[in-house]
């Protein structure tokens, strides 16, 4: 159940990118209009995978799946049969709370059922299904779009979630039933939820607008006060959704801070290189999606044995080692210029992969291991959470760099070197956001 609630996650996501330029044109919307189909189901993700996490905390994570598969199901059936952009815009909110669930409990689960010896195996292998989705997904959608129409990308959905949705109902009785006198604390996951959702939105307003712009101050400002709230709801035990204390855990501390770094640090690279590969090198679209497929088959293939060997060694080391490849992969890129081959790309793309797949999965077994089995649902939500806060600040800070350095070399010359040479400053940096979460991964415990 892990496993499929996992790959459904990333697939979904993925799937329906392909898909976004054949909707646009089914309802005669604008391309800012369509991106919503997306923005809106990674923003409702942001907001509520910590608070999923929490609610399975005092539910249990029967409840949990149950749940997530309905809404995922209601969601994806209302998409295949949406009238207009805006029902499929809140269509898509109600797929992604249903999504919201799996990503937020999904290694919560897999650490309660198995031991702690095979702890970094079993999520070894939920990483390789967060691969696999961002793999098929994009081929899945090309050839569904290629034999039937847009709504297949979502009635595909529908036979899988209830597949399970019997597993659920079905394996969930063989766990001991769920025992929890801690009660749902919503204000503090409605305020948590206004604070990450305002302040996302705000980083990506950044690459279109000023710092001084009302829309951006606005949702700062909003952001700021939810968080505020948040922080004195946390600060007393009646009232806390997850409470400082975890915090002063340093295992769990430098994880989450390595995890935010080295997302961070990638996320830029995901961006611009198919801008690269079809401004620079004038690949077809088919194409650059074949170079993209590259960072998640090999962390398919790094992840599950990261896993098994850091059940035998302990997390420091492969998850240093895999922030140190990730940099060198980061830093090679960086000294891409117009004249460098496609075969190039594709080593960096695996470096950086490679490296991705190495770290991942000790530092979330780390994380996972550092607190104790009544805190491990809401600590799933927090990892999730702080993957996609990571991406989301590594897309805002690259993409604005990258469009201030634009500006800066606009005299440089024509419309590709000014392109690489914005590319360099961006990947030196992204770099050095890389090298940020070594420390991290250093100073922690090696055993949970």
């Not at 029967?62 to 059936?77: D, M, P």
């Not at 204390?245 to 996320?267: G, P």
Request: net charge positive; hydrophobic share 50%.
């Amino acid at each position: 159940m892990a496993a499929v609630g996992t790959f459904m996650a990333t697939f979904d996501g993925s799937v329906v990118n392909v898909a976004l330029p054949t909707i646009a044109d089914y309802f005669g919307a604008s391309v800012d209009l369509a991106a919503w189909v997306s923005l809106s189901y990674s923003l409702t993700l942001v907001a509520l995978i910590m608070v999923f996490g929490a609610w399975t905390q005092s539910k249990g994570y029967a409840f949990g799946y149950k749940t997530g598969f309905g809404l995922f199901i209601l969601g994806s059936l209302l998409c295949s049969v949406s009238w207009s952009i805006y029902a499929l815009i809140l269509s898509r909110v109600i797929q992604a709370a249903g999504t919201a669930m799996f990503a937020a409990i999904g290694i919560g689960l897999i650490t309660e059922v198995f031991p702690e010896n095979e702890r970094g195996k079993a999520i070894g292998m939920i990483v390789m299904m967060v691969s696999a989705g961002f793999i098929i997904g994009p081929i899945a959608g090309g050839l569904l779009l290629s034999a039937f129409s847009w709504h297949s990308i979502f009635l595909i959905n529908i036979p899988v979630g209830l597949i399970g949705l019997y597993m659920t109902f079905v394996y969930f009785k063989i766990l001991p039933p769920h025992q929890s006198v801690q009660k749902m604390r919503w204000a503090g996951a409605l305020s948590v939820s206004l604070a990450l959702v305002t302040g996302i939105f705000a980083l990506g307003l950044l690459k279109d607008y000023s710092l001084t712009n009302f829309r951006i101050c606005g949702l700062g400002v909003i952001s700021i006060l939810s968080l505020v709230l948040f922080a004195k709801l946390e600060s007393r035990k009646e009232t806390a959704l997850i409470g400082f204390e975890i915090f002063k855990n340093r295992q769990f501390t430098s994880s989450v801070a390595a995890m935010l770094a080295a997302f961070s640090s990638i996320a830029g690279i995901m961006i611009l290189i198919p801008f690269y590969l079809e401004r620079v090198k004038h690949l077809e679209p088919k194409q650059v999606a074949l170079y993209l497929l590259i960072v998640p088959i090999t962390m398919f293939i790094f992840s599950p044995l990261s896993g098994k060997i850091s059940d035998k060694i302990g997390f420091r080391f492969l998850s240093s080692l895999g922030i140190i490849i990730v940099s060198a992969g980061l830093y090679y890129m960086s000294r891409i210029n117009i004249g460098s081959t496609t075969t190039y790309v594709a080593l960096g793309l695996g470096i950086i992969g490679t490296g991705f797949g190495i770290f991942s999965t000790p530092n979330s077994s780390a994380l996972m291991g550092s607190v104790d089995k009544s805190q491990r649902a809401v600590t799933s939500g927090i990892l999730a959470t702080s993957r996609n806060i990571g991406i989301s600040i590594g897309v805002a800070v690259c993409t604005s760099l990258f469009a201030f350095f634009n500006q800066k070399y606009s005299t440089v010359g024509d419309e590709s070197a000014i392109f690489v040479a914005s590319f360099h400053n961006v990947l030196l940096i992204s770099t050095g956001l890389s090298i940020l979460a070594l420390p991290f991964c250093l100073i922690r415990g090696n055993h949970s």
